[in-house]
């Protein structure tokens, strides 16, 4: 069989445009004489479509969408993600399902069996499990349809398993021929490894093949780096779809491919284009063409606006140096350094005069002396007063510029530093955005060396540095990582690490400073475990003495 | 059986501290001569405990911290809510779980079956469903214990069920002579005649009597009122606990008591209660003693100054005037005469100064003309930056005093009007803050009279209302209701106000702020659906043409 994988970049909600993609793809599959076209997990939707879905209007013209998509049907089979209602008049009464059309009419619908919830998953939240499954005979072939997850709980491959059901087994027992996965899967640094691994087992043990169709696109902090696989019956990944943009790939079933062995791109590579892609995603579907950037002369926002810059082109990217008193010469001349390298504009204005005439206003209702933490933090807020209102005046989107390590242990200024609509290295560790400049600066130097060189430092009082308050960035990212990716605790960190206070100390700042991360902007998520939506701490707390 | 309910209020993750509270109080059913102490949903963990619960050293420290309590129990019942593990390697391995012990040791555990994951509940993310019920024999009663939601199911109350199973049936048929219930239910107004409707239903039909413990207090933003209940065989409410505080009750079964018919409190005295109730429990469970709020002259700032002095005395409320000139004279003498009524301490400091230096400096980066918009979210911006300023240097928390109308179409700045770390009054309408503002001056005028009879404006350019920019707030809070609380639609609404535009230009606003929101302060939950946590949608979406 001669299937055409269609992966497409959906904008959740947007109906029309969502359709029209659809039918674009399928037409473009007959075309290309494919017997089957297939869509990503909720194409007709976008993913994840949230509170949406509890709409009864927005549940009716997807409903109205899908029919009239079946409408356009031949011969070809065509096969989309919506979500489809029951009323059984228990749960919630709607489905995450595909739906298989071919001749006018919609012929038959799978729904999604394993709903998952963790992380940034919710879909419990929404969505009722399918009671059954059933291949569906289709030209000489029969055809085992599931939805993302259903094909994430082999009771071989995983130690621990999240689910009692296997629908997989389920559409195998039935005598399946050839699998079919539609999917909307999230990326993380590390993912499309674990995917291919996991879907080369599962073929191979099952001597089936699998065409395995996913979503591209950023919604907001989520990326989908698309990456359709398509396994033959050895468990070869055989064909796939290209990364962090829309594809369209023919798979047929009965053709001998050579097995694809390509190397995996590196670390710096991967998060490097994801964050690439996910800015431009948010500009693109919310419309912004310019973004804004307040440039320190520091490492974080340096890399920030080569990421823009790579996004939105050059002529897009506007930054403005803030200089204060605190300031080193070579916040100015790297600073300067960069801009000309990358060709934007910028602008120079110090934030000075208006810090010293709040602060002589506020002298007036301020009876004690004013703290050194209250100067920096009214520092950075000047500077963020300055960006808004430019980008006020400009409609330029501002960009914050924090990494993972000072979100983690709030380093980072409430309305000062931490203004912006998008986080674009919020899920990125201050270690790792090194490793990502030099690879920038792998070919020549683009990313001022003099930036990547200095001692970090928010240049918020005289010879302040990163360190000074915070332990080195190796050993906090180390701390970090556990804390967060591997969800360790106190105890078995420490076991690693050894400084007892020193762990109790950082673990501290992170729980601490969950009030400041609950207003931070969006982050681009690129880890396993991203601040945000899928780690949900309480503000509130008592668990650490 | 004499029962003990122990409403007590918990601190999330704080195991030394509920442990102490839960045998403070089961001491305190001893010598009140009880059978049986029980204690709320989680009370040992605190609710909600969120991700914390994922953590292997959290769930071991539970463990412990259970089996201490259980050492030192008598002879007489001891029932309280923990996280328990099971180990089938399926699923989330956990249980939201309700520990009987007695006898020096944990005798019997029930976990939940019903498993709730909507709105403000994130529970399937955590916790497996309990495989089966069981009745526990216990001083010559059989026992049907259950958690929360498991009490909410009932097939000839709900018109559309969540669930498939009924646990309370399956006590039922066990013969269960008494029904225990140990719950954690977030407050909104109305909830609570909700639960005594239900479970009045519940046991007239079934002819058995209920003791339904809560927990009270507030977890940063969900406020739980307590207000534990007890019901005879007829379905009579017996017995019940404060709202809003903690509260101890004794429930013999075998007495015979005269039925509860008291008044409900009305709308504007709950909500009241709620919000003074769920700001000093935010103040005290983080420790901060002083509060700080920015007065405009208007009616939200001068509710939330209200507030605070109820919830912590005006010896801990500072206030801030802060006039630009766009400043009416009213502003300033009618939030001087708030002051003098409510005798808090305040400070009157202009922003002008500031407003123009920034202008000043902006004008030579800025090429075109400045917005008028975008000059007044700097004045709202600058007022934000001198109370955080004023905050940072003093330890006070500043509180945000935005309505759930402005936050709805928000008509609110971004680092301005929303900086602070709670919004007290974000989840009440603007309608609804005059009506709580009427209740407060029922006996004597404490907010001025010329406060509420105002119209209502930002004072960010000259001769400014709200109305404007925004319709009447009696129109839009019809709108926003049906939009937000009652899940309704776009052509619903319109059928309901007649005015297409204006529905459709209402309901665009609200989904474009979906942006400033998500970076809004927690706020006070009081009804049944708030902005945060329990209403999520896309910031990046099409669905509204």
């Known amino acids: 069989m001669k299937i055409a994988l269609c992966q497409i970049d959906p904008i959740i909600g947007h109906l029309d445009y969502n359709k029209k993609k659809i039918l674009d793809g399928y037409k473009k599959a007959i075309d290309a004489k494919a017997d089957l076209a297939i869509f990503p997990e909720l194409s007709l939707v976008g993913y994840p479509p949230l509170d949406l879905v509890e709409k009864q209007e927005f549940r009716k013209a997807v409903n109205k969408a899908a029919k009239e998509i079946a409408l356009q049907t031949t011969e070809v089979g065509l096969i989309f993600g919506a979500i489809t209602e029951d009323n059984d008049k228990i749960g919630t009464d709607i489905h995450n399902s595909a739906i298989f059309c071919f001749d006018g009419k919609i012929q038959f619908v799978?729904?999604?069996?394993?709903?998952?919830?963790?992380?940034?998953?919710?879909?419990?939240?929404?969505?009722?499990?399918?009671?059954?499954?059933?291949?569906?005979?289709?030209?000489?072939?029969?055809?085992?349809?599931?939805?993302?997850?259903?094909?994430?709980?082999?009771?071989?491959?995983?130690?621990?398993?999240?689910?009692?059901?296997?629908?997989?087994?389920?559409?195998?027992?039935?005598?399946?021929?050839?699998?079919?996965?539609?999917?909307?899967?999230?990326?993380?640094?590390?993912?499309?490894?674990?995917?291919?691994?996991?879907?080369?087992?599962?073929?191979?043990?099952?001597?089936?093949?699998?065409?395995?169709?996913?979503?591209?696109?950023?919604?907001?902090?989520?990326?989908?780096?698309?990456?359709?696989?398509?396994?033959?019956?050895?468990?070869?990944?055989?064909?796939?779809?290209?990364?962090?943009?829309?594809?369209?790939?023919?798979?047929?079933?009965?053709?001998?491919?050579?097995?694809?062995?390509?190397?995996?791109?590196?670390?710096?590579?991967?998060?490097?284009?994801?964050?690439?892609?996910?800015?431009?995603?948010?500009?693109?579907?919310l419309g912004f063409k310019k973004v804004l950037v307040g440039l320190s002369g520091g490492m974080d926002s340096a890399l920030v606006t080569y990421i823009a810059v790579k996004a939105l082109g050059a002529e897009n990217v506007n930054v403005i140096l803030m200089p204060s008193k605190y300031s080193s010469k070579g916040s100015i001349t790297d600073s300067?350094?960069?801009?000309?390298?990358?060709?934007?504009?910028?602008?120079?204005?110090?934030?000075?005069?208006?810090?010293?005439?709040?602060?002589?206003?506020?002298?007036?209702?301020?009876?004690?002396?004013?703290?050194?933490?209250?100067?920096?933090?009214?520092?950075?807020?000047?500077?963020?007063?300055?960006?808004?209102?430019?980008?006020?005046?400009?409609?330029?989107?501002?960009?914050?510029?924090?990494?993972?390590?000072?979100?983690?242990?709030?380093?980072?200024?409430?309305?000062?530093d931490m203004c912006g609509g998008l986080a674009v290295i919020a899920d990125v560790y201050k270690t790792d955005v090194y490793r990502i400049a030099n690879y920038i600066n792998r070919e020549k130097e683009i990313i001022p060396k003099a930036i990547i060189d200095k001692a970090p430092s928010a240049e918020l009082k005289p010879n302040q540095t990163d360190q000074d308050t915070l332990p080195p960035y190796d050993l906090l990212d180390k701390i970090l990582r556990m804390y967060l990716e591997e969800n360790k605790e106190y105890i078995e960190i420490k076991d690693v690490i050894g400084d007892e206070d020193l762990v109790k100390r950082v673990l501290r700042m992170v729980d601490m400073n969950e009030f400041k991360r609950n207003q931070a902007a969006p982050a681009l998520r690129v880890s396993s475990k991203a601040f945000g939506y899928g780690r949900r701490y309480p503000i509130v707390q008592g668990w650490r003495k």
Chains 1, 2 share one sequence.
């Not at 939805?147 to 027992?173: G, S, T």
């Not at 005069?353 to 920096?376: A, C, G």
Request: overall charge negative; charged content about 25%.
């Open 110 to 285: 799978q729904h999604k069996t394993l709903i998952p919830n963790y992380d940034v998953f919710d879909e419990m939240r929404y969505f009722d499990s399918a009671e059954s499954v059933l291949v569906f005979k289709f030209k000489d072939e029969k055809l085992g349809i599931s939805i993302c997850e259903d094909i994430w709980n082999d009771a071989d491959y995983w130690y621990r398993r999240r689910y009692h059901k296997d629908p997989i087994q389920e559409l195998l027992k039935q005598n399946a021929s050839i699998l079919i996965n539609i999917s909307a899967s999230p990326y993380s640094y590390g993912k499309r490894a674990a995917r291919k691994e996991m879907l080369s087992v599962l073929t191979k043990k099952d001597k089936i093949s699998l065409a395995y169709v996913c979503c591209v696109g950023a919604q907001t902090d989520l990326i989908f780096d698309g990456a359709s696989m398509c396994f033959d019956e050895n468990g070869n990944l055989v064909k796939h779809g290209k990364a962090f943009e829309e594809d369209f790939v023919i798979f047929d079933t009965k053709e001998k491919y050579v097995p694809i062995t390509k190397c995996e791109e590196s670390f710096e590579e991967e998060v490097h284009n994801s964050l690439v892609f996910g800015l431009k995603e948010y500009c693109n579907k």
């Open 336 to 416: 300067e350094a960069l801009i000309r390298n990358l060709g934007i504009q910028s602008e120079n204005i110090s934030i000075q005069p208006v810090v010293d005439e709040t602060l002589k206003q506020m002298k007036s209702i301020i009876k004690n002396d004013v703290k050194s933490l209250t100067e920096e933090n009214l520092q950075a807020r000047i500077r963020g007063l300055y960006l808004m209102t430019y980008s006020n005046n400009n409609g330029h989107l501002l960009l914050t510029t924090g990494n993972k390590s000072e979100m983690a242990v709030g380093y980072c200024t409430l309305y000062g």
